[in-house]
């Protein structure tokens, strides 16, 4: 059973109907890609899947749950975690506190609990500051540890916000252009630990990429969207010899 | 009397004074920090906390300290419900239509404070347990009074620094601060941030007003002292704590200098001198990070 699933998705936006008639369902443990020339609707539809805009029309059911409605701050409660296109991070934070900041939804204990600092409290915070750790290891960020993030390049800032995810430990998590601004090193590492998100850490991954050779390496289904609306759906392969494809990409 | 002992005195009271504008101060930034509005109607919710506090000790008879902190908590919940009912329906306005609707509030408050019975345009004085009592420090002589602004002062300012970088709230409203997007998507419910804020926003301004009340009276207009705490905060860098209080203790101090040393009136406009003076050296005030916008 599919672990997400779009339904005949639609916003618009004054008269432009940015996205249209989108349908699709993800199966656990899938890595599926959204491809399309620029304005094609593709962060459009992720920011409804994250509920930063409400959809004119149609719904979307998240591991059996309706989440078309609920506040965006439970997105993540609900179990998915994203990244954003130009980076959205604590800036004048550590990359240590930003990715402790991941861990919120998983906190239990209340205000007068934390105002104490019982017991409870403690044992929260250590189990929150091993599963970091791990995120540290996972994408080697170690020597960035207490650096502020401000004053990190921009791929490893890139990496900082992957692992502020992770330490969320979604069961689906949205990437909107993993490799942007990225060099051919970084991008090498970004498929390894995107195989190994699925393979090692159980999660579901839907991407929004340009790098086609990365879609190729990684995906297992993709999505090609233009003008708000699906062009083609299915294996890479597929979809790259499917002719609307092509001619929405050269212009014709 | 010794010019050097006179010196100090002055410079005792100058920083008492300039904690209650650090107050006042501190309530502007950490609005603005987390919400990125400038609330102009500060000084009215520290006018209306002294207001609920007078009403408390001295027409309730409920006894000082815990009369104060009822009418710290009642300015909160005030602050709290003002946020629900006028700034979160403008949520996504342009930031100018916020900021002016702060300054209708500040008028409505005034006005509608004038109407009530028994509050009105009179000058009402907040009993007070140290009223008149000095304390001699060597040569000095510093009333309980000034010393009760400073002590209380630090140990608020104290607390709140533990505040916010302890308890998971507090971190959770400097995410707030630092991008809202980002702390909203790791499941921080920003409007109750919003609402917690100005809570705490309105409770810090409540003490300034009875902090402020021995030495200027309760009464309907006690809040334009924003405008001097106004400046303090600017000069501190607007969006830093730390700075908030260092700006409001530096005007203090620089007022009470003025009055003693230099001629009549100049006091009035000494806060706004140094303004201008720091602002031509460090734009981005004395605490404050510069940021380039790239375009």
């Not at chain 1, 599919?2 to 443990?29: K, N, T």
């Not at chain 2, 006179?6 to 006042?24: D, E, K, R």
């Not at chain 2, 008879?61 to 009369?67: L, R, S």
Request: proline share 4%; charged share 15%.
């Amino acid at each position: 059973m599919a672990v997400l699933s779009v339904s005949d998705v639609g916003i618009s936006f004054g008269g432009l109907r940015a996205v249209d008639g989108i349908s699709f369902g993800v199966e656990p443990r899938e890595i599926f890609a959204i491809i399309g020339p620029n304005g094609a609707g593709k962060t459009t539809l992720f920011n409804v899947i994250s509920r930063i805009y409400e959809p004119s029309t149609g719904s979307i059911v998240f591991d059996g749950r309706d989440i078309t409605r609920i506040p965006p701050h439970d997105v993540v409660r609900a179990g998915i975690a994203r990244t954003f296109q130009n980076i959205n991070l604590f800036d004048n934070a550590t990359v240590l506190d930003n990715l402790m900041l991941g861990r919120y939804r998983h906190h239990r204990s209340g205000v007068l609990r934390q105002t104490l600092f019982t017991p409870f409290v403690r044992r929260e915070k250590l189990a929150d500051r091993r599963k970091v750790e791990e995120v540290i290891d996972f994408l080697e960020l170690g020597k960035y540890r207490d650096v502020l993030v401000a004053g990190l390049p921009y791929g490893v800032r890139k990496i900082v916000e992957l692992g502020r995810a992770l330490a969320a430990e979604p069961r689906l998590i949205l990437l909107d252009e993993p490799s942007s601004g990225l060099n051919v090193e970084e991008t090498r590492d970004m498929v390894f630990w995107i195989q190994d998100m699925r393979d090692d850490l159980d999660m579901t991954v839907i991407m929004i990429e340009h790098d086609m050779s990365l879609v190729s390496a990684v995906s297992d289904r993709v999505l090609a969207m233009s003008s708000g609306r699906m062009l083609a759906l299915g294996t890479p392969g597929e979809v790259q010899r499917d002719p609307g494809v092509a001619a929405a990409y050269l212009g014709g | 009397m010794d010019p050097l002992i006179v010196f100090l005195q002055a410079v005792v009271s100058g920083i008492s004074i300039g904690c209650i504008y650090a107050l006042v101060a501190l309530g502007f930034v950490l609005i603005y920090k987390a919400t990125e509005v400038v609330n102009f109607a500060q000084g009215e919710l520290m006018m209306v906390g002294a207001f609920f506090a007078y009403t408390l000790v001295d027409l309730g008879g409920v006894p000082f300290v815990p009369g104060v902190l009822l009418a710290l908590l009642a300015t909160a919940a005030f602050g709290v419900i003002l946020n629900h009912l006028l700034l979160r329906p403008l949520i996504g306005s342009p930031a100018f239509t916020i900021v002016l609707a702060t300054v209708a509030v500040s008028t409505l408050l005034r006005a509608v404070v004038a109407m009530i019975p028994g509050w009105g345009v009179e000058t009402h004085r907040l009993s007070n347990p140290l009223a008149g009592q000095v304390v001699p420090i060597g040569k000095l002589v510093v009333s309980a009074e000034h010393l009760m602004v400073i002590a209380v002062t630090v140990v608020l300012v104290g607390a709140l620094y533990l505040f916010f970088s302890l308890a998971r709230v507090g971190v959770a409203l400097q995410a707030t601060s630092q991008n809202q997007l980002a702390a909203g998507y790791s499941g921080i419910d920003i409007r109750r941030m919003f609402g917690l804020i100005w809570g705490i926003s309105a409770a810090v301004a409540a003490l300034a007003g009875v902090l402020l009340a021995p030495a200027a009276f309760v009464h309907v207009n006690m809040g334009y002292i924003g405008l001097k705490a106004f400046p303090a905060a600017v000069l501190g860098g607007f969006g830093s704590l730390p700075g908030a209080v260092v700006g409001g203790l530096i005007i203090g101090v620089v007022e009470e200098l003025a009055g003693l040393y230099a001629p009549e009136g100049v006091k009035n406009v000494a806060a706004y001198v140094v303004l201008l003076a720091v602002l031509m050296v460090r734009p981005q005030g004395l605490f404050g990070i510069s940021k380039r916008v790239r375009v």
